[in-house]
T-cell receptor, first 110, second 112 residues
Framework: QKEVEQDPGPLSVPEGAIVSLNCTYSNSAFQYFMWYRQYSRKGPELLMYTYSSGNKEDGRFTAQVDKSSKYISLFIRDSQPSDSATYLC??????????FGDGTTLTVKP | KAGVTQTPRYLIKTRGQQVTLSCSPI?????VSWYQQTPGQGLQFLFEYFSETQRNKGNFPGRFSGRQFSNSRSEMNVSTLELGDSALYLC???????????FGQGTRLTVV
């Protein structure tokens, strides 16, 4: 069983929709939770970073962490075609190694 | 503020050869982590260096090695290349090996 499981997708939504991306994990030692966005043929770009249960908002993006359920989510409001990318969750135990989900490919159609 | 710089961006090598990839972290960042990304396996951790010392290592064979210099720049070396080593190699830098890591654009290695 993988330490981090990410909803595989692909996901296709109309412009303006609310998108929900999700990961579950099994290792309770994970303390830091990140979401990255990766465009084709580019490196991952850090979108959100949090270390506590609850919600963290940044513009149209909200990261949600539920440590008791070992579940993390990223919500994108008012999705735009430019949000079309692969989204990766990443978890870290306070070391220089992050464990990544396999990614969810999102397409936002105009 | 300059980001993480990886060179070269693209490489084509022949089986059996060796290759060295370079990563310059964000100024002030002392931790550099390396990852391999392939369509089948996703992003897999190779190793992490902090202040010239390897602190963490993933489950890759000894053909994969790295080092870090006093200016925090890091290199990764792969010897005796195999076809399966074809991948996007990414490095990420952070202040002290914490989770807030920033990636470079990667080096795409093709082994033929």
């Amino acid at each position: 069983q993988k330490e981090v499981e990410q909803d595989p997708g692909p996901l296709s939504v109309p412009e303006g929709a609310i998108v929900s991306l999700n990961c579950t994990y099994s290792n309770s030692a994970f303390q830091y939770f990140m979401w990255y966005r990766q465009y084709s043929r580019k490196g991952p770009e850090l979108l959100m970073y949090t270390y506590s249960s609850g919600n963290k908002e940044d513009g149209r993006f909200t990261a949600q962490v539920d440590k008791s359920s070992k579940y993390i989510s990223l919500f994108i409001r008012d999705s735009q075609p430019s949000d079309s990318a692969t989204y990766l969750c990443a978890l870290n135990t306070n070391a220089g190694k992050s464990t990544f989900g396999d990614g969810t490919t999102l397409t936002v159609k105009p | 503020k300059a980001g993480v710089t990886q060179t070269p961006r693209y490489l084509i090598k022949t089986r059996g050869q060796q290759v060295t990839l370079s990563c310059s972290p964000i100024s002030g960042h002392r931790s550099v982590s390396w990852y391999q990304q392939t369509p089948g396996q996703g992003l897999q951790f190779l190793f992490e260096y902090f202040s010239e010392t390897q602190r963490n290592k993933g489950n890759f064979p000894g053909r994969f090695s790295g080092r870090q210099f006093s200016n925090s720049r890091s290199e990764m070396n792969v010897s005796t290349l195999e076809l399966g080593d074809s991948a996007l190699y990414l490095c990420a830098s952070s202040l002290a090996g914490n989770a807030e890591a920033f990636f470079g654009q990667g080096t795409r290695l093709t082994v033929v």
